[in-house]
């Protein structure tokens, strides 16, 4: 075994790792963002889907949306019967 580092051939490219955008962050977070499994991933919010429709770009809509609600776990009630 040698010791030496041998970089790689120039003709492989190293793996590009795929950049997320904040917009598509807070899109993913977003309360109004309807999941792929009820059909095409967009937003559902009643002022946005008219304009945006469901071919949804989140980097033209998500940066600046005044109607953006975090997503949230709903917590348990606990009923004192």
């Known amino acids: 075994m040698s010791d030496t580092f ?3 051939p120039p ?3 190293p793996a590009e790792t795929p ?6 962050i807070k899109f993913k977070s977003c309360r109004w963002r309807r999941p792929p499994e009820d059909g095409p991933e967009c937003c559902g919010h009643r002022d946005v889907l008219p304009i945006a429709g469901t071919s949804f ?5 998500c940066p600046d949306c005044q109607f953006f609600k ?3 776990t709903p917590k348990k009630r606990e009923y004192g019967y």
């Open 6 to 8: 041998s970089p790689a």
């Open 57 to 61: 770009n989140p980097d033209a809509w």
């Open 19 to 24: 950049t997320v955008s904040a917009a598509v």
């Open 70 to 72: 975090l997503r949230r």
């Open 11 to 13: 003709d492989e490219k």
